[in-house]
């Protein structure tokens, strides 16, 4: 079945500083891939997805990159601050609308 | 819109007890989720319903069963609870078009 590996497990920045978090996935039929933020305590919430017939997007501080033939994808956070810590979980979609999530980042950025 | 909601937000039970976890959605999704969080684990699928009638087996479904109650409510119970069933556990929902799953609070269920 499918599977996603998430690294790394954790992550520290300094504020201002960028931070990068890459998926692989290994079932090429799939084609939809959502990062979720989960805070301290907090349900995980979409804060960006990805297509596979589009190769990046971004929204403003966020961006995510697909690499289909590769199968892998990545979370990029710039110029980031205290507020973005969290844990960041990566997904991809399998048959049926299911989606197999990766282990998790925690990110910490450091003011 | 509420969303997605979950009750209770806490339960604590001894070993063998049993509990359902009840989840509700108002935004008309035809499927929904449940699955359990645990440490460096991620999220892991229980069960889910593509739609009101059908439920299916997910990644770890043993020491579990779901009833999808309507289309607007679903449901996940212990039948008699192990210590390894100490997890939060949270209920999604998708419609039918795009991929996207939308979370309830979830359930922070301890079992002694």
């Known amino acids: 079945g499918e599977n996603v590996e998430q690294h790394p497990s954790t992550l520290s920045v300094q504020e201002g500083d960028s931070a990068v978090i890459k998926c692989t996935y290994s079932?090429?039929?799939?084609?939809?891939f959502p990062w979720y933020k989960q805070e301290l305590g907090k349900r995980p919430q979409l804060i960006i997805d990805?297509?596979?017939?589009?190769g990046e997007k971004k929204d403003q501080r966020i961006a995510v990159t697909l690499n289909k033939t590769a199968k892998h994808f990545s979370l990029h956070i710039t110029e980031t601050q205290p507020e973005d810590s969290a844990v960041y979980f990566c997904?991809?979609?399998?048959?049926?609308?299911?989606?197999?999530f990766g282990q998790g980042t925690e990110l910490s950025v450091k003011p | 819109n509420a969303g997605v909601t979950q009750t209770p937000k806490f339960q604590v039970l001894k070993t063998g007890q049993s509990m359902t976890l009840q989840c509700a959605q108002d935004?008309?999704?035809?499927?929904m989720y449940w699955y359990r969080q645990d440490p460096g684990m991620g999220l892991r699928l229980i069960y889910y319903?593509?739609?009101?009638?059908?439920?299916d087996k997910g990644e770890v479904p043993n020491g579990y069963n779901v009833s999808r109650l309507n289309k607007r409510e679903f449901s996940l119970r212990l039948e008699s609870a192990a210590p390894s069933q100490t997890s939060v556990y949270f209920c999604?929902?998708?419609?039918?078009?795009?991929?996207?799953?939308?979370f309830g609070p979830g359930t922070r269920l301890t079992v002694l």
């Open positions: 999604a929902s998708r419609s039918s078009g795009p991929d996207t799953q939308y």
């Open positions: 079932d090429s039929a799939s084609n939809y």
């Open positions: 997904a991809a979609n399998n048959q049926g609308g299911k989606l197999i």
């Open positions: 319903s593509a739609s009101e009638g059908t439920t």
């Open positions: 990805i297509r596979s017939n589009v």
């Open positions: 935004m008309n999704h035809n499927s």
